[in-house]
């Protein structure tokens, strides 16, 4: 069982920056990758950024080049770096990760407001 808790949200003005953490505990050394997803009011849930154990980072287009995804291992907890903040990017973002037996645990997702 791995726990994920999302902490970083909150309001800012478009160009504005926010970062995301992710903390993890319970059975951290089974999780292969994390990713964060974010949804927005009306829209499907989307994969924004991922990493993998082996440090490896994907990003969706709409992101490349704001957003940064890293993890600190000491720490069990992942980060979500936001620059230049859109207002479409508005959305409740979630923390995710991924067992070696492929099983997906969720976090309780974080609000962020981007306003215009």
């Known amino acids: 069982q791995v726990e994920l808790v999302e902490s970083g949200g909150g309001s800012v003005q478009a160009g504005g920056s926010l970062r995301l953490s992710c903390a993890a505990s319970?059975?951290?050394?089974?999780?292969?990758?994390m990713d964060w997803y974010r949804q927005a009011p009306g829209k499907q849930r989307e994969l924004v950024a991922t990493?993998?154990?082996?440090?490896?980072?994907n990003y969706v287009d709409s992101v490349k080049g704001r957003f940064t995804i890293s993890r600190d291992n000491a720490k069990n907890t992942m980060y979500l770096q936001m620059n230049s903040l859109k207002p479409e990017d508005t959305a409740v973002y979630y923390c995710?990760?991924?067992?070696?037996?492929?099983?997906?645990?969720w976090g309780q997702g974080t609000q962020v407001t981007v306003s215009s």
């Open positions: 995710s990760a991924v067992s070696s037996s492929a099983f997906r645990y």
């Open positions: 319970g059975s951290v050394f089974s999780i292969n990758r």
């Open positions: 990493i993998k154990w082996g440090g490896s980072t």
